[in-house]
């Protein structure tokens, strides 16, 4: 069985370009989660999606940020305008049933993004 | 915001001892999880917990959602060089977000 597949592994932008990160969840998970992770932290929570629909975007900046999953494809987080301080790593989690319903999340291997 | 506090930062052990750490709360919740990160990979899930008391066992790591709710512990028995890596807890509240806790750094020296 596939796990969460995240894809690129690692992302080099300069600053001012915009950077598109993917994320396939496993098979029969129609919830996704982005977090992100600066070195020596814990995960932050970013965004919950439900295919089509943003349930939670509570952790996510207003601006420059975005999350979508659309019905065919996988999620995309993008953020526009990147600046220095957007480096970090991009986790992306499934569940097969929403938060609350006794399904953990599972993790992808991550977005490493790098802005020079 | 809720906040999970994780202790110890990190540990440096040799291997075949057992391990403690463990992750207290300001608020309660009802869902414990446990996840262990290796380098340059995503947080791989170990133990969860649903249930105020509960001890559970994964092999060599056994877990327990506190009594309160506010706290979880992890222990690890006979450590072994695989074990290597961050640890972090991670709580949730009904449908709301999960929380993770800083994470605990082990080391473990042959």
């Known amino acids: 069985n596939a796990g ?8 080099v932008r300069r600053r001012g370009q915009e950077a ?11 919830h996704v989660y982005w977090y992100r992770q600066l070195p020596e ?5 970013m965004v919950y999606l439900q295919k089509e629909n943003i349930i939670d975007e509570s952790g996510m900046p207003k601006e420059r ?3 979508e999953f659309p019905k065919e494809g996988p999620s995309i987080l993008r953020i526009q305008q990147v600046v220095r301080g957007d480096s970090a790593a991009y986790f992306c989690a499934s569940s097969k049933r929403g938060p609350g319903r006794r399904q953990p999340q599972h993790f992808g291997d991550g977005t490493r993004l790098s802005i020079l | 915001g809720q906040q999970l506090n994780q202790s110890p930062q990190s540990m440096f052990i040799q291997e075949g001892e057992d391990v403690s750490m463990n992750c207290t709360s300001s608020s309660i919740f009802n869902t414990w999880l446990w996840y262990k990160q ?7 899930l170990l133990i969860a917990l649903y249930k105020a008391g509960e001890l559970t066992s994964n092999g060599r790591l056994t877990a327990q959602f506190g009594i309160t709710r ?28 999960l929380v993770f806790g800083q994470g605990t750094r082990l080391t473990i020296n042959p």
Not at chain 1, 4 to 11: A, E, F, G, K
Not at chain 1, 41 to 45: S, T
Not at chain 2, 77 to 93: H, N, T
């Open chain 1, 41 to 45: 932290e814990g995960l932050k929570f």
């Open chain 2, 70 to 97: 506010k706290d979880s512990f992890l222990n690890i028995s006979a450590s072994i060089p695989s074990d290597v890596g961050i640890y972090f807890c991670a709580g949730q509240k009904g449908a709301q977000k």
């Open chain 1, 65 to 67: 940020f975005s999350a």
């Open chain 1, 4 to 11: 969460v597949m995240q894809n690129p592994r690692h992302l």
């Open chain 1, 20 to 30: 598109r990160l993917r994320c396939s969840p496993m098979k029969g998970h129609s």
């Open chain 2, 38 to 44: 290796d380098p340059g990979e995503g947080p791989v």
